[in-house]
């Protein structure tokens, strides 16, 4: 079945620390990958998508993900964390057929 | 009002209980999604509409009942609810079906008593 994993659901770091938060998706064939990100009393709203071409990606709030496809990987990375970076963050895969597969997600809390 | 919008944000049911969610987008989009966001679990489509059309439906029980009256509106009508179907449901819109981004809705949080 089309899945996506996610690791280490609950991650804690002081400000200025590095994230990076794994995200691998099973094999499908062609797949688009998404990372979305829910801030704490707000709704869903999308980080970054990868659909084609280069594999590094960059989004909002100088967050970056790099896809790796001989690891059916797309981990989602940023190299200094602030306090407002709390959130859970989920990565997410479309393999074509109308659904678009969640991981469970990464609670991430910012100590200041 | 911008976005996807979802009333009520907060309900309490009995499990003999009749309610609807109601979900309106106002970005122009043609597909919606109900999901639901459970605890510990990964988010679980439950229905697609694309151009009012189900397109999607994902073993879900019949208790839950999707209503799509036009391409900017969506509704999820509930019945004889269980204490385990608690949870935040989820709508969303997309332009074309679920490979494009989707634009979520702040969710109601359902509790059935």
């Known amino acids: 079945a089309q899945s996506v994993s996610q690791h280490n659901h609950h991650v804690i770091l002081s400000e200025a620390a590095s994230l990076e938060l794994g995200c691998n998706y099973s094999?499908?064939?062609?797949?688009?990958l998404f990372w979305y990100v829910q801030y704490p009393g707000q709704h869903l709203q999308l980080l970054l998508k990868?659909?084609?071409?280069?594999?590094l990606v960059k989004g909002i709030k100088g967050f970056e993900a790099e896809f790796i496809k001989s690891k059916f990987s797309f981990n989602l990375r940023k190299p200094s964390v602030q306090w407002s970076d709390t959130a859970e963050y989920f990565c997410?895969?479309?393999?074509?057929?109308?659904?678009?597969?969640f991981g469970k997600g990464n609670q991430v809390v910012v100590i200041p | 009002e911008t976005g996807v919008t979802q009333t009520p944000r907060h309900l309490v049911m009995g499990m003999t209980n009749k309610k609807s969610l109601k979900c309106e987008q106002h970005l122009g989009h043609n597909a919606m999604y109900w999901y639901k966001q459970s605890a510990k679990k990964p988010l679980e489509l439950m229905f697609v509409y694309s151009l009012e059309e189900r397109v999607e439906n994902n073993s879900v029980p019949s208790r839950f009942s999707p209503e799509c009256p036009n391409s900017s509106h969506l509704f999820l009508h509930l019945h004889t609810l269980q204490p385990e179907d608690s949870a935040l449901y989820l709508c969303a819109s997309s332009q074309g079906l679920a490979g494009r981004e989707q634009f979520f809705g702040p969710g109601t949080r359902l509790t059935v008593l």
């Open positions: 094999y499908g064939g062609t797949v688009n």
């Open positions: 997410a895969a479309y393999y074509g057929n109308n659904r678009l597969a």
């Open positions: 990868y659909f084609s071409g280069d594999p």
